[in-house]
């Protein structure tokens, strides 16, 4: 895959780059994009449907058991070429945020290091009336595992919809969007804010907007560059094009 010499020029010479991918960036690890349709038991399920604050109040134990489900679908899967291509795109960048909506861990696990989880992350659980983070938890399959500090049901450390995002985190996204120098919007369908706002911010700012993405999205009109295939291919070449 040819690269145009003015997209190199740009990543070459930048020292600040904001990235933010989507769960595209892992479907190549073997996990399911969160808008692929859901499978098994689940696929009588939409994710939307499941992953709300209404939902666990309804039904606290169905929603608890598809982040147990979700947990086990990620424990056996390993980063992809994706990931560790950003994860040498940072070892060379003087600034480099890696923002992701991801909840599955695998920027981390592959290595990389400023890595802001915007919807949280499926391997962390804290309780849903005090807040106590907890790393064990009792597997008592018939009920969800209550907080030992107050009696509460624990929950997925993940945001939910209708919930809002983790303060830090979204304002540090933000302050890297505005400030950085290319911006790439990697394997995310760009549907959800205020997330997707934040290519938006960066191209305010005047960045090179970068999409990668296996399709087109309400993003790619706006882009300076769109290269759409597969994030685990393209990333690899564009950092060996960049680096050698
Ligand atoms: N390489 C690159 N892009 C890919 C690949 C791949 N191998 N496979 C799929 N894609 C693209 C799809 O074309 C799609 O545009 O990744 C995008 C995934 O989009 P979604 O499934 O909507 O996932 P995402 O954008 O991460 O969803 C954002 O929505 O509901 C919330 O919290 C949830 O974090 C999620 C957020």
Same mark, same amino acid.
């Given at each position: 895959?040819?690269?145009?010499?003015?997209?190199?020029?740009?990543?070459?010479?930048?020292?600040?780059?904001?990235?933010?991918?989507?769960?595209?960036?892992?479907?190549?690890?073997?996990?399911?994009?969160?808008?692929?349709?859901?499978?098994?038991?689940?696929?009588?399920?939409?994710?939307?449907?499941?992953?709300?604050?209404?939902?666990?109040?309804?039904?606290?134990?169905?929603?608890?058991?598809?982040?147990?489900?979700?947990?086990?679908?990620?424990?056996?899967?390993?980063?992809?070429?994706?990931?560790?291509?950003?994860?040498?795109?940072?070892?060379?960048?003087?600034?480099?945020?890696?923002?992701?909506?991801?909840?599955?861990? /695998?920027?981390?696990?592959?290595?990389?290091k400023n890595v802001?989880?915007?919807?949280?992350?499926?391997?962390?659980?804290?309780?849903?009336?005090?807040?106590?983070?907890?790393?064990?938890?009792?597997?008592?399959?018939?009920?969800?595992?209550?907080?030992?500090?107050?009696?509460?049901? /624990?929950?997925?450390?993940?945001?939910?919809?209708?919930?809002? /995002?983790?303060?830090?985190?979204?304002?540090?996204?933000?302050?890297?969007?505005?400030?950085?120098?290319?911006?790439?919007?990697?394997?995310?369908?760009?549907?959800?804010?205020?997330?997707?706002?934040?290519?938006?911010?960066?191209?305010?700012?005047?960045?090179?907007?970068?999409?990668?993405?296996?399709?087109?999205?309400p993003l790619t009109?706006?882009?300076?560059?769109a290269l759409h295939?597969?994030?685990?291919?393209?990333?690899?070449?564009?950092?060996?094009?960049?680096?050698?």
């Amino acid at each position: 895959m040819d690269f145009p010499s003015e997209l190199i020029r740009f990543l070459t010479s930048a020292t600040r780059i904001a990235v933010l991918t989507g769960a595209g960036v892992s479907q190549e690890s073997g996990l399911r994009t969160f808008r692929d349709a859901q499978i098994g038991f689940w696929a009588q399920y939409k994710p939307e449907d499941l992953a709300s604050p209404e939902a666990f109040a309804r039904d606290p134990k169905l929603v608890w058991d598809w982040y147990a489900w979700r947990r086990e679908a990620v424990k056996g899967v390993r980063p992809n070429a994706g990931h560790y291509a950003l994860v040498e795109m940072e070892s060379k960048t003087p600034e480099f945020t890696l923002i992701t909506q991801n909840v599955d861990g /695998l920027h981390r696990f592959a290595g990389s290091k400023n890595v802001l989880e915007l919807h949280g992350n499926i391997q962390r659980v804290r309780c849903a009336d005090c807040g106590t983070f907890t790393e064990i938890w009792g597997d008592d399959s018939e009920s969800v595992p209550t907080c030992t500090v107050c009696g509460g049901l /624990l929950r997925p450390d993940v945001v939910w919809f209708g919930e809002s /995002l983790p303060r830090g985190e979204l304002e540090s996204a933000v302050l890297a969007a505005r400030s950085c120098q290319v911006f790439f919007s990697i394997g995310t369908s760009g549907l959800v804010q205020p997330a997707a706002a934040l290519a938006h911010a960066a191209r305010n700012n005047g960045s090179v907007i970068v999409e990668v993405n296996a399709e087109p999205t309400p993003l790619t009109p706006k882009v300076d560059f769109a290269l759409h295939g597969k994030s685990g291919e393209i990333l690899p070449k564009l950092v060996k094009a960049m680096w050698g």
